[in-house]
């Protein structure tokens, strides 16, 4: 298995050498020279396997520098009932209605980063030991990716986390996770500014080649694609816990920002998974939808970002959209390129003319949920299911409901626990969320935060400061 990149100009690589890239050279993001095919064969037996068991059958297709003993081992460490919670690792549950909710918030964070993050932490410290390197990782959140690196990455050898956050945009819950954390090797960067902001940044230090190489800069965001490689497996586990044989097929609905969760789906569905639609979920920051409607990506500025409720979803540049485009455009990476350049120069772009292709090709359709509705939505699930949702979770079973056709199978993927959203389930239910035992006074911890303007040069020189080079 080889990788290029979405924009032309990476020479075909091996897995381990991308995963410590983040970026490609050429700004694109690393992809598959091609996704491998899964055939009716391979689906009957995987569907039995046990979750550690299917995640290495699906990521020894796209790993298959890492010898198969040693990959397994990385998988089995990764994915236990200590961690997870409980042997099935993402189990489904059924809303009345018939609607299915495949919970991915059972790590150590709370959210379905952890799927990812826990891996990629494992991952990065096997090809770092058995190459005598270091890594310095660069990070942006919105909310959960953070967390969820840092918890994956800490006391780790050889690795330093530099993540970047939106100054007062997340809920108390999580700058506390992120925050009170005091190992050394985690450095948390408040940015005055939006999620875009940071992720600006976080492009900016890694297109500034000569200091990523100094430096030795990776990436954990979403444009990391071995944190694609691992959600991918989890479409495959909610495939056939949703379904009673692989002769059925099954729609995903997935709250959107960063496009790295749904375009796992889009990738599980290339590979041959039998899904009928990709659905897209947005809050009010509504560029994808606005997309997958018209065939128009019009990135928003800083100033048309609302800050909302769900604020995991605040995102106005989809960093992932750019892998969906690449195949959407037939993987011409001149194309793509050109596209983002217009994109880079705050213009976007029109793709009305492949509209029809986006939805009978690749499955995809859309819909956004705004504050009420989610009010209104964790309102209902409470009441007729007795199950409390978090804010990103309500806007897709929003979405699901609205766009579900009659005797569709309709997966709706978790994206944390509502305990990470506290303010907003008071508001809708008059209580406190759940929280998990280990949680207590998190929001009372001290915490460690630099607080800087949203200026690369400055985050370039704390990372040069706190490294002593």
Same mark, same amino acid.
């Given at each position: 298995?080889?990788?290029?990149?979405?924009?032309?100009?990476?020479?075909?690589?091996?897995?381990?050498?991308?995963?410590?890239m983040?970026?490609?050279?050429d700004?694109?993001?690393?992809?598959?020279e091609?996704?491998?095919q899964?055939?009716?064969? +391979?689906?009957?037996?995987?569907?039995?396997?046990?979750?550690?068991?299917?995640?290495?059958?699906?990521?020894?297709?796209?790993?298959?520098?890492?010898?198969?003993?040693?990959?397994?081992?990385?998988?089995?460490?990764?994915?236990?009932?200590?961690?997870?919670?409980?042997?099935?690792?993402?189990?489904?549950?059924?809303?009345?209605?018939?609607l299915?909710?495949?919970?991915?918030?059972?790590?150590?964070?709370?959210?379905?980063k952890?799927?990812?993050?826990?891996l990629?932490?494992?991952?990065?410290e096997?090809?770092?030991?058995?190459?005598?390197?270091?890594?310095?990782?660069?990070?942006?959140?919105s909310g959960?990716?953070?967390?969820?690196?840092?918890?994956?990455?800490?006391?780790?050898?050889?690795?330093?986390?530099?993540?970047?956050?939106?100054?007062?945009?997340m809920?108390a819950?999580?700058?506390?996770?992120m925050y009170?954390?005091q190992?050394?090797?985690?450095?948390?960067?408040?940015?005055?500014?939006l999620?875009?902001?940071?992720?600006?940044?976080v492009?900016?230090?890694?297109?500034?080649?000569?200091?990523?190489?100094?430096?030795?800069?990776g990436?954990?965001?979403?444009?990391?694609?071995?944190?694609?490689?691992a959600?991918?497996?989890?479409?495959?586990?909610?495939?056939?816990?949703?379904t009673?044989?692989?002769?059925e097929?099954?729609?995903?609905?997935?709250?959107?920002?960063?496009?790295g969760?749904?375009?796992?789906?889009?990738?599980?569905?290339?590979?041959?998974?039998?899904?009928?639609?990709?659905?897209?979920?947005?809050?009010e920051?509504?560029?994808?939808?606005?997309?997958?409607?018209?065939?128009?990506?019009?990135?928003?500025?800083?100033?048309?970002?609302h800050? +909302?409720?769900?604020?995991?979803?605040?995102?106005?540049?989809?960093?992932?959209?750019?892998?969906?485009?690449?195949?959407?455009?037939?993987?011409?990476?001149?194309?793509?390129?050109?596209l983002?350049?217009?994109?880079?120069?705050?213009?976007g772009?029109?793709?009305?003319?492949?509209?029809?292709?986006?939805?009978?090709?690749?499955?995809?359709?859309?819909?956004?949920?705004?504050?009420?509705?989610?009010?209104?939505?964790?309102?209902?699930?409470d009441?007729?299911?007795g199950?409390?949702v978090?804010?990103?979770?309500?806007?897709?079973?929003?979405?699901?409901?609205?766009?579900?056709?009659?005797?569709?199978?309709?997966?709706?993927?978790?994206t944390?626990?509502?305990?990470?959203?506290?303010e907003?389930?008071?508001?809708?239910?008059?209580k406190?969320?759940?929280?998990?035992?280990?949680?207590?006074?998190?929001?009372?911890?001290?915490?460690?935060?630099?607080?800087?303007?949203?200026?690369?040069?400055?985050?370039?020189?704390?990372?040069?400061?706190?490294?002593g080079?």
């Amino acid at each position: 298995m080889r990788y290029i990149s979405t924009r032309g100009g990476l020479a075909p690589a091996a897995f381990s050498d991308i995963l410590l890239m983040g970026l490609a050279p050429d700004g694109g993001l690393a992809l598959p020279e091609a996704y491998p095919q899964i055939d009716r064969a +391979t689906l009957d037996a995987w569907r039995g396997l046990s979750y550690p068991e299917l995640a290495f059958e699906v990521i020894r297709l796209f790993a298959d520098d890492i010898p198969e003993a040693d990959l397994k081992d990385i998988v089995n460490r990764t994915y236990t009932a200590a961690a997870f919670g409980s042997a099935d690792i993402t189990p489904v549950k059924r809303l009345k209605d018939g609607l299915a909710i495949l919970e991915l918030s059972n790590g150590p964070t709370l959210a379905f980063k952890d799927m990812a993050m826990q891996l990629l932490g494992n991952l990065f410290e096997y090809v770092l030991e058995k190459r005598g390197e270091t890594l310095n990782i660069l990070g942006a959140t919105s909310g959960d990716t953070g967390s969820a690196a840092e918890y994956a990455m800490r006391g780790k050898h050889g690795i330093n986390v530099f993540m970047l956050s939106p100054s007062g945009k997340m809920s108390a819950f999580q700058r506390a996770q992120m925050y009170s954390l005091q190992d050394a090797n985690i450095h948390n960067i408040a940015i005055a500014g939006l999620f875009d902001d940071c992720q600006d940044i976080v492009k900016a230090v890694s297109n500034d080649h000569g200091f990523k190489a100094t430096h030795k800069i990776g990436t954990v965001n979403s444009i990391n694609w071995a944190r694609v490689v691992a959600q991918v497996v989890y479409y495959f586990k909610g495939y056939f816990n949703a379904t009673a044989s692989n002769d059925e097929k099954v729609s995903f609905c997935v709250p959107s920002g960063n496009f790295g969760n749904i375009c796992a789906g889009h990738i599980a569905r290339q590979m041959g998974l039998p899904i009928e639609r990709l659905i897209v979920a947005t809050n009010e920051n509504d560029v994808l939808d606005e997309f997958f409607r018209t065939g128009v990506y019009r990135p928003r500025s800083s100033a048309e970002t609302h800050i +909302t409720s769900s604020p995991s979803m605040d995102i106005s540049k989809a960093s992932n959209f750019e892998r969906f485009v690449f195949d959407l455009v037939g993987r011409d990476g001149d194309a793509v390129r050109a596209l983002w350049a217009k994109v880079d120069s705050g213009e976007g772009f029109d793709l009305s003319a492949k509209l029809a292709e986006v939805g009978e090709r690749f499955g995809f359709v859309s819909g956004k949920s705004n504050h009420a509705d989610r009010i209104a939505t964790i309102r209902q699930v409470d009441a007729e299911d007795g199950v409390v949702v978090d804010t990103h979770t309500a806007d897709g079973i929003k979405v699901a409901r609205e766009l579900r056709r009659a005797g569709e199978t309709v997966v709706c993927l978790e994206t944390a626990l509502p305990a990470k959203f506290a303010e907003t389930i008071v508001e809708a239910l008059g209580k406190q969320p759940p929280r998990p035992a280990g949680f207590e006074g998190l929001e009372a911890l001290p915490q460690r935060v630099v607080e800087l303007p949203a200026d690369a040069a400055r985050v370039k020189a704390l990372i040069v400061s706190e490294l002593g080079e």
